[in-house]
């Protein structure tokens, strides 16, 4: 389904959060920046991001902060080493 508002969605909020910790990961975002929740869109019914509002608890959990940081390293190693 094609959104209004032309953002990507995506069928769950689980999903959505996942995405947004992948995002985090590959584009290095520095704390506070870059999309920092999701929603559940009133148009499409899907879940999109959102750089407004509060952060979202999966991004502050240090479970998350931890795999964050993990998998950027991770992923700086694999294209250092291509």
Known sequence: MVCPSKKRPYLSKEEAEEALIQHHIQFHH???QGPLNV???EY???WHFTSKGPISGVLTS?????RIQKERIAMDWERKLK
């Open 30 to 32: 520095r704390e506070g």
């Open 39 to 41: 929603y559940e869109c």
């Open 44 to 46: 499409c019914g899907s």
């Open 62 to 66: 240090d479970t998350a902060r931890r």
